[in-house]
């Protein structure tokens, strides 16, 4: 059965370092999106590609938070400098085409600043 | 935007029994997903479920749009059935559309 797939799942960094998480989704899904999630809470879109094209970033704190999808295939998103207040899970999920297609998600990269 | 309130918040109960997850959301949809996030923070599918009903082993799940709320059983409670249960709407915000979570259920099954 296809997946995402997702790594690294730890990482445990200092703050002010740089940290990287890569995503592949599943073959043939053009939509790929990126959630934080914080401990007691739901996932929360950063976000969201379709294709090479970021469709929606309104969430991603871009004066330290990157993401990239250059083929339209995986994609990397990036912290840097990273602060305490990263400290969350970070998903990955694929659709077909569109939001409201079942997504699915990755195992996730659980990330611990120190 | 949409709103998305999940009941009850916790829920523990014994191997063996019977729970019915709650999901209302603020306006209509045209979709609703539940995931079972498992204890190594994984999102799990379970159900995809527009309107009406479906059933998967021991689970099932309703979704009644026009009342804006989804009901997910569980029979026969498992402790593996643990962790914590959302639900998902989409949402269209500022021109895009985006998957908009509950806060989750907490589920804790004692054997």
């Known amino acids: 059965e296809a997946e995402v797939a997702q790594s690294p799942r730890y990482k445990i960094t200092e703050k002010s370092q740089a940290v990287a998480f890569w995503c592949d989704p599943i073959?043939?899904?053009?939509?790929l999106y990126w959630y934080r999630q914080i401990l007691g809470q739901g996932p929360e879109l950063l976000v969201q590609?379709?294709?090479?094209?970021?469709?929606?970033d309104s969430q991603l704190p871009k004066d330290r938070f990157s993401a990239e999808r250059l083929k339209g295939v995986d994609s990397t998103l990036k912290i840097q400098p990273a602060e305490l207040g990263d400290s969350a899970m970070y998903l990955c999920?694929?659709?077909?085409?569109?939001?409201?297609?079942?997504?699915?998600f990755g195992p996730g990269t659980r990330l611990t600043v120190t | 935007g949409i709103q998305v309130e999940q009941s009850p918040p916790d829920l523990i109960l014994q191997e063996g029994a019977n729970s019915t997850l709650r999901c209302n959301f603020s306006d209509s949809v045209n979709n609703l997903q539940w995931f079972h996030q498992n204890p190594w923070g994984q999102l799990i599918n379970l159900f995809y479920?527009?309107?009406g009903t479906k059933q998967n082993g021991r689970l099932s799940a309703t979704t009644v749009a026009t009342e804006r709320y989804s009901l997910l059983y569980i029979s026969s409670s498992q402790t593996t059935d643990s962790g914590v249960y959302f639900c998902a709407v989409p949402s269209t915000q500022g021109g895009s559309e985006k998957l908009v979570f509950g806060k989750g259920t907490k589920l804790t099954v004692n054997p």
């Open positions: 590609f379709q294709d090479e094209s970021v469709v929606d």
């Open positions: 073959s043939g899904h053009a939509t």
């Open positions: 479920i527009p309107s």
């Open positions: 999920a694929s659709s077909f085409s569109r939001a409201r297609d079942e997504q699915y």
